[in-house]
């Protein structure tokens, strides 16, 4: 039962006084004291029943909630008889805990409220366990006969409970899309995967404006150490508080949904077998007749075993991927599932700790910053090695096209691992610019040329409380503008001029000079 039973038509005459908001705690049972340091006496998950003689004064009223907030007490019920009405001093206490207070009026006996609760346990767990059986046969019928929805639709008509199915990037497979926000199954993705990399024992539990929920992996590989790419199972509420029988079936839900996973994934074998065979077609420069061949397969897969879209492809894209610090195969199946909503016809091949796709471009193309945008969740369960990095290219029209789609993908994960991150992704449009070139340098000659033209400067301003490393950034940015730079510096153009003028002599560089300006852009952009 919960401690809102207690105020129900039927059960005993109590007046709620405080912690409204926690009125969903489960009671487990009874216990009547007028210790003044009960706790010892405390396993959790008690109503505490008491006369109030241990309290002399507004101060035992803090001792004493506090005590039983730190002894996992779920409720206080003081008794009038004995002291009269219940002091404010043990009011403001308790809503200072957020431990719910119930006024036991003088004519209600404890006997009366510790056989109500005892009636109530005792149905509930005679329920649960009658119940137990019947609803493990009933989610399994479900699942083979309608999918997770039945499944999950069986709960929320059954127990009146709201479950979700999530991948790590926040799409929901299964569940009331409706009732859970863009925002909020992102706040979950992110500290279900905090939670995992710290190896927390789940299940994990997330606070949202909106309510609590708790958070059950439903691993594939338990023992894998970045599971990036398992779904997760989002429970409304609490499941620590539940029964343990109760806790039992959330835990074997969190199983049928590992298990749903499973088979989808050896529906995805034929798929990865065309996938990993375009890739060794482009890697060894194959006939464009053969590609064709391969591309037309997967759609025709699509199409006929898999309930897909028959639209025509006319172009097709590639995206280049590569994991840092993870297992082997867990960025391609990251990109399995985040691209599922894209496209039903993406071809993921494996490359070692990397990943290579081929999808269809009209309408499903892939711009860089919304695939950085999808793949952003990810961050929170990246290792502190751990990084992900993504090429993409320009839509290719054609199979003989795709070979060079695949080096301008490889060409823009270079720049993508350039740059300061956890998820990194860089488009086609990036290649024609300098960063491509910068990408191609091998680190200890972008070390050196940095080293060379802004360590003096560095120093400088580290010795003098100087700003000459933001003045250049701003004198490049505004293309040598005087008056446009010290605008933007809100300095005197006098004050610039002695900036630039110092830059000069610790370098040796004329800013003047459109070449000395380029090499200072640079080596700023390596830094």
Request: charged fraction near 25%; glycine fraction near 8%.
């Amino acid at each position: 039962m919960r401690v809102r039973d207690l105020l129900a038509p039927g059960a005993p005459r109590l007046r709620l006084l405080a912690a409204e908001e926690e009125l969903d705690r489960q009671v487990s049972g009874v216990m009547t004291t007028d210790l003044q340091d009960p706790g010892r006496y405390l396993h959790g998950g008690e109503l505490v029943l008491t006369g109030m003689l241990w309290r002399t004064g507004p101060d035992d009223s803090e001792r004493f909630v506090r005590t039983l907030a730190a002894g996992g007490a779920v409720a206080l019920a003081a008794g009038e008889a004995e002291v009269g009405p219940v002091p404010e001093d043990l009011v403001e206490a308790c809503r200072r805990h957020r431990m719910p207070l119930l006024a036991v009026p003088d004519d209600i006996a404890f006997g009366t409220v510790t056989e109500f609760i005892g009636r109530q346990v005792s149905a509930d767990r005679a329920a649960d366990l009658a119940a137990l059986v019947d609803r493990h046969r009933l989610l399994v019928s479900a699942a083979g006969a309608g999918g997770l929805d039945a499944v999950l639709d069986l709960l929320g008509g059954d127990l009146d409970l709201d479950c979700w199915v999530l991948t790590p990037t926040g799409r929901v497979v299964a569940g009331p899309a409706d009732r859970l926000s863009a925002e909020d199954r992102d706040q979950l993705v992110r500290a279900h995967l905090a939670a995992q990399r710290q190896r927390r024992r789940p299940p994990h539990r997330a606070r949202l404006a909106v309510g609590n929920y708790s958070l059950l992996p439903a691993a594939v590989d338990p023992g894998a150490e970045a599971p990036l790419a398992d779904w997760l199972l989002v429970v409304a509420g609490d499941v620590t508080e539940w029964t343990a029988k109760r806790q039992q079936l959330a835990e074997n839900l969190a199983r049928l949904v590992a298990a749903e996973r499973t088979r989808r994934d050896e529906g995805r074998r034929l798929r990865r077998r065309i996938a990993d065979e375009v890739l060794a077609l482009l890697q060894r420069d194959a006939d464009p007749l053969e590609i064709s061949r391969a591309l037309q397969a997967s759609t025709t897969m699509a199409t006929t075993y898999e309930g897909g879209h028959a639209e025509s492809v006319d172009a097709w894209l590639i995206l280049s991927a590569e994991g840092t610090g993870l297992p082997e195969g867990t960025v391609r199946a990251v990109l399995e599932e985040a691209l599922t909503d894209t496209t039903d016809r993406a071809l993921v091949a494996g490359a070692g700790s990397g990943a290579v796709v081929v999808l269809p471009a009209p309408g499903t193309a892939v711009p860089a910053d919304a695939l950085r945008d999808l793949l952003a969740p990810l961050e929170a369960g990246l290792g502190s090695e751990g990084r992900i990095t993504v090429g993409v290219s320009a839509p290719a029209s054609e199979a003989d096209g795709l070979r060079g789609a695949l080096e301008e993908a490889r060409h823009a994960r270079r720049i993508a691992a350039a740059r300061v991150g956890r998820v990194c992704v860089a488009g086609p449009e990036e290649l024609a610019s300098h960063v491509l070139l910068l990408a191609a340098v091998p680190d200890e000659v972008r070390r050196a040329f940095r080293s060379r033209l802004l360590d003096k400067v560095i120093a400088y301003d580290l010795e003098h409380q100087a700003d000459l490393v933001r003045t250049l950034e701003a004198f490049l940015r505004s293309d040598g503008s005087w008056t446009r730079c010290a605008a933007q510096l809100h300095v005197h153009v006098n004050t610039l001029r002695y900036r630039i003028g110092r830059i000069e002599e610790l370098t040796g560089r004329d800013l003047s000079r459109l070449e000395d300006r380029v090499d200072f852009y640079l080596a700023l952009e390596l830094a």
